[in-house]
């Protein structure tokens, strides 16, 4: 027996094993999520970076070139939810920004909490912040910076030590009451010392960085071996753009400047080889309204309001009268469950009549019901994700390329088209070597990704497998 001990231990002292050159945990995670970053944009612009931006995390990082949303339609909110949750809409509820509430038939933001004014209560599944701040009995210190509401808190999650967010008003930070004094206290203290005030996109970006490297010196983040996180939310939007190539390139250009700062900064203070970087986008793009009329391209307009109203006619003179249709929002219509179980009506029957009034009217391409929906083939899985039985209407109308959608009540307004955003997934420091990888890879095994990194469990709605 002793003989094989002895011939064990020459053959570890000889031959590293699998376990000896494995990276430890990061001591940090950074996570970067750029609102509407494209990676032809990044692309376009490189020759005029500096060396610890931009080209740093493209040349030194591990590069997944082509990556996407598994569900549509795709916001800045439902976006970071995906990110940080691992899954998508159906699961994690957040199907945007806003939904319509059905109770009061009125626009909810997200993050609504009544207790609270903000919170992550509308999150129905566990974040990767949460699953961090269990694993290490919540010891593990988690913020998160944004310059919209939203996007703080959603990135923070559900167990956070502290979200903050520029407030409209002031340009100033501020955060929520949901979160610890601890994170009151600092906001006034940083309001007080260097932290300016941020109005236009460029200031905020300068803002949030700033605050995040103040944030993580201050509570010294990284310094020990528990795993600490915290979550950057940018933009590569311009504000009203007047010359596209101009204030594009000025974006791109700020955001290298930033990255640099942010990267440099943080590497510095806490070690190349103990910090995780993962950056991504929104995936999506603001499009301003497009007078294709003018251009003798086909268009029109869709009156959503209206054609609801006509739905509900509809069905009165087939079910009686009744308010059938209780409101619509966005491209989405909220039937009246209440009235039609009064009735004792089949929802199948009135979904299924609604869809063939509805598919008849002009400028209509598609009309997907929940029923649709939930028991849909592959071809409108992505439109299944991004639905949630609680948050999303009953119909959901397609409106085809070209025409504009409007809402005369609300007066929101947008155009219809399908278009292609790319950007990449990027891994950064940690021992992460530089590669690039062009097959196509989901945002959704981010959180799985990152979860095997830190060596906890990953979010519990979570299906997708780690990056390879």
Not at 10 to 24: D, E, G, K, M, Y
Not at 288 to 294: A, D, S
């Amino acid at each position: 027996m002793n003989k094989y001990i002895t011939a064990i231990l020459v053959a570890l002292s000889a031959n590293p094993t699998h376990a000896q050159l494995v990276q430890p945990a990061p001591k940090l995670v950074v996570s970067i999520a750029i609102d509407q970053l494209r990676s032809d944009y990044i692309e376009e612009f490189s020759s005029l970076y500096t060396t610890d931006g931009w080209k740093k995390l493209m040349r030194q990082g591990m590069v997944y070139d082509t990556a996407s949303y598994p569900f549509e339609p795709v916001d800045r909110a439902s976006a970071i939810a995906c990110i940080m949750t691992g899954t998508t809409p159906y699961y994690n509820s957040i199907v945007g920004t806003q939904w319509m509430n059905r109770n009061t038939l009125r626009p909810v933001s997200c993050v609504d909490d009544d207790k609270y004014t903000s919170s992550p209560a509308q999150i129905s599944t566990s974040t990767l912040a949460d699953e961090l701040k269990i694993s290490t009995k919540g010891k593990a210190m988690i913020y998160a910076v944004a310059a919209d509401c939203d996007a703080a808190i959603l990135s923070a999650g559900h167990a956070a030590d502290g979200a903050f967010w520029i407030q409209d008003k002031t340009g100033k930070l501020c955060t929520s009451t949901y979160y610890s004094n601890h994170a009151s206290s600092w906001i006034k203290k940083q309001s007080n010392e260097t932290l300016q005030s941020a109005h236009t996109e460029s200031d905020r970006n300068a803002l949030i960085v700033k605050a995040a490297i103040r944030c993580i010196q201050d509570h010294s983040m990284g310094k020990d071996d528990i795993t600490d996180m915290m979550s950057v939310t940018l933009t590569a939007q311009e504000a009203k753009p007047t010359n596209w190539q101009t204030q594009t390139e000025s974006a791109y250009l700020q955001l290298d400047n930033l990255l640099s700062e942010l990267i440099t900064s943080i590497e510095t203070s806490v070690g190349k080889q103990n910090v995780l970087f993962v950056l991504t986008s929104t995936g999506f793009k603001d499009e301003e309204n497009v007078e294709y009329g003018k251009y003798r391209i086909p268009t029109g307009t869709f009156y959503i309001n209206r054609t609801a109203n006509l739905l509900n006619i509809y069905l009165g003179a087939i079910y009686g009268q009744g308010r059938y249709v209780e409101t619509c929002f966005h491209n989405q219509i909220y039937l009246n469950r209440k009235l039609i179980e009064q009735k004792r009506i089949s929802f199948s029957d009135i979904l299924s009549r609604s869809q063939e009034f509805l598919i008849q009217n002009a400028g209509v391409r598609d009309v997907f019901t929940t029923d649709r929906l939930q028991t849909g083939s592959n071809d409108i899985i992505k439109l299944r994700n991004g639905y949630n039985p609680t948050t999303s209407g009953d119909i959901m109308i397609e409106v085809a390329a070209g025409w504009r959608l409007l809402n005369e009540d609300s007066q929101e307004s947008y155009t219809s088209r399908a278009f292609y955003v790319p950007f990449p997934i990027i891994l950064y420091g940690a021992g992460i070597k530089a590669k690039r990888i062009t097959t196509p890879v989901t945002i959704d095994r981010i959180a799985p990704t990152l979860a095997k990194a830190i060596r906890i469990r990953a979010p519990n709605a979570c299906k997708a497998e780690p990056l390879p």
